[in-house]
């Protein structure tokens, strides 16, 4: 069973659409972050997240993106104006215990045409 | 910023035979090192975990060392069997909480019957 759930599974957008990426914890944590791994490549961090802030984020996450968690629950991943090169598996992952582990969703793969 | 090297990016071994795999790491900061496996179409999952105060950690089949001087990281697995399959990553992070995690390039492992 997955430490968090991810919807939708698979997203298939235009270039220049906007996407919403979502997590849902399955208990109450504090800590989320964002990952992207591009087919056959090494997964990236994107940002983290804490007490609905952003903690870090990378070269990667400009402009475009954004996190939010709006109701309290699910936390988002925003693309405002999506690019062919954005295609790419997005991971969730929350802390684990002890606080330095991080266990991962099963991701959301986005399709941009 | 770190940088986690790992090799090999392929590796075939005889089923019942161990695997090694191995990394390095730039940041003499970075004190917690996990390990994920990874199947296809899935999310990384933690298998393993080393924290710079040990230099060993064994769990079953799966073993991990960690050299701080040389900044080396390995994962032993021994008596492979045809779900041992996967792609590894080994990655490294500061310990704190909301700390990114840097993964390595991956090791595709294929266990031979």
């Known amino acids: 069973e997955p430490e968090v759930t991810q919807t939708p599974s698979h997203q298939v957008t235009q270039m220049g659409q906007e996407v919403i990426l979502r997590c849902v914890p399955i208990s109450n944590h504090l800590y989320f972050y964002w990952y992207r791994q591009i087919l056959g490549q090494k997964v990236e961090f994107l940002v983290s997240f804490y007490n609905n802030e952003i903690s870090e984020k990378s070269e990667i996450f400009d402009d475009q993106f954004s996190v939010e968690r709006p109701d309290g629950s699910n936390f988002t991943l925003k693309i405002r104006s999506t690019k062919l090169e954005d295609s790419a598996m997005y991971f969730c992952?929350?802390?684990?215990?002890?606080?330095?582990?991080?266990?991962f969703g099963p991701g959301t793969r986005l399709t941009v045409t | 910023g770190e940088n986690v090297e790992q090799h090999p990016s392929t590796l075939s071994v005889q089923e019942g035979d161990s695997a090694v795999i191995k990394c390095t790491y730039s940041?003499?900061?970075?004190?917690?090192f996990p390990w994920y496996k990874q199947e296809l179409g899935k999310g990384p999952q933690l298998i393993i975990d080393?924290?710079?105060?040990?230099g060993e950690k064994k769990d079953q089949r799966i073993a991990v060392t960690l050299n701080k001087t040389a900044k080396h990281f390995s994962l032993h697995i021994t008596e492979t069997q045809p779900e041992d399959s996967a792609v590894y990553f080994c990655a490294a992070s500061m310990y704190s909480s909301a700390s990114k995690i840097i993964f390595g390039s991956g090791t595709r492992l294929s266990i031979r019957p």
């Open positions: 992952a929350r802390e684990g215990q002890k606080g330095d582990e991080q266990y």
């Open positions: 940041d003499s900061a970075s004190n917690y």
């Open positions: 080393i924290r710079s105060n040990v």
